[in-house]
Nanobody, 124 residues
């Protein structure tokens, strides 16, 4: 079992920044690739960014490319999501998920463990 806990969400003005953290406990975290998903009101959950087990490979959705940065510190069992130049369309519940096989999948079923999510609200 892997337990994932997100933190760092909140209310921020457009143009501002937030850093989300996904802290893991349980099994060896470096054995899992991680994805950050988000779900806005009335919309389907979507993959925003993902990082491989080693951290060498990263994926970004076009909507966040150049503004968001994913990173991981396996020694601290934590994945980070730095979000800059936020806009109102980034408002959503952000959840991290861990996958034991592959990395970067957009399919939610490919992820073995999920956090509870953290709300990010961007005001205009």
């Amino acid at each position: 079992q892997v337990q994932l806990v997100e933190s760092g969400g909140g209310l921020v003005q457009a143009g501002g920044s937030l850093r989300l953290s996904c802290a893991a406990s349980g099994r060896t975290f470096s054995n899992y690739a991680v994805g950050w998903f988000r779900q806005a009101p009335g919309k389907e959950r979507e993959l925003v960014t993902a990082i491989s087990k080693s951290g060498d490979s990263k994926y970004y959705a076009d909507s966040v490319k150049g503004r968001f940065t994913i990173s991981r510190d396996n020694a601290k069992n934590t994945v980070y999501l730095q979000m800059n130049s936020l806009n109102t369309e980034d408002t959503a519940v952000y959840s991290c998920a861990a996958a034991s096989a592959g990395w970067g999948s957009r399919r939610q079923n490919d992820y073995d463990y999920w956090g509870q999510g953290t709300q990010v609200t961007v005001s205009s």
